[in-house]
């Protein structure tokens, strides 16, 4: 089954600066890969996604970046803000398998202000 | 409001008891997914079903079970519970092609 593994585990970055958050899947079929923002105590809430048939997608301040030769993808979060503090899950699924989402460990970001 | 509900949001039970913990997906999804998230750890997922059958299986014990319902909705099942079953319990629900919602989660303390 699909494998992904996410770095940093814990992330501090200066507010103004950005933060990248890498992940890698084992799974070459996968080919939704979707990021989810978790505040303390609330639901993960889906931030960006993105599909591979595109290689980069950008929402704001978030951009998504995928290789799929490399297996990897990167999320991009510029001019951090101290609401980007949070648990950041990257995750990949084929959605036309058993549409299963594997998660990533997660990655603690904290913006120092 | 994601469209998935959960309920209930808080529960308490003492060791050895039984609970039911309710979930109804985003109106037209018919995949129910279960995650179980323990002090800040992961999401551990635990169980899919898709339009009332089960579809994958993770790492859930057996004295949890499941069903998803003829009107989708689903209910997950945690008996003979123990001290570290106390976390945060996650339903989400997705539609083919599109990511998951997630519901706000229901909290088991077991005390």
């Known amino acids: 089954g699909e494998n992904v593994e996410q770095h940093p585990s814990t992330l501090s970055v200066q507010e103004g600066d950005s933060a990248v958050i890498k992940c890698t899947y084992s799974d070459s079929a996968s080919n939704y890969f979707p990021w989810y923002k978790q505040e303390l105590g609330k639901r993960p809430q889906l931030i960006i996604d993105?599909?591979?048939?595109?290689g980069e997608k950008k929402d704001q301040r978030i951009a998504v970046t995928l290789n799929k030769t490399a297996k990897h993808f990167s999320l991009h979060i510029t001019e951090t803000q101290p609401e980007d503090s949070a648990v950041y899950f990257c995750a990949a699924s084929n959605p036309f398998g058993n549409e299963k989402l594997t998660f990533g460990t997660g990655t603690r970001l904290t913006i120092i202000p | 409001d994601s469209g998935v509900t959960q309920t209930p949001k808080h529960l308490i039970t003492a060791t050895g008891q039984r609970v039911t913990l309710r979930c109804s997906p985003r109106s037209g999804d018919l995949s129910v997914y279960w995650y179980q998230q323990s002090l800040d750890q992961g999401l551990q997922f635990l169980i899919q079903?898709?339009?009332?059958?089960?579809?994958a299986k993770g790492n859930i014990l057996e004295r949890f079970s499941a069903q998803q319902f003829p009107d989708l909705h689903s209910e997950l099942n945690l008996s003979s519970l123990e001290l570290g079953d106390s976390a945060l319990y996650f339903c989400a629900s997705s539609a083919r092609g599109r990511g998951y919602t997630f519901g706000s989660g229901t909290r088991l303390t077991v005390v």
């Open positions: 993105i599909r591979s048939n595109v």
């Open positions: 079903y898709y339009n009332g059958e089960e579809r």
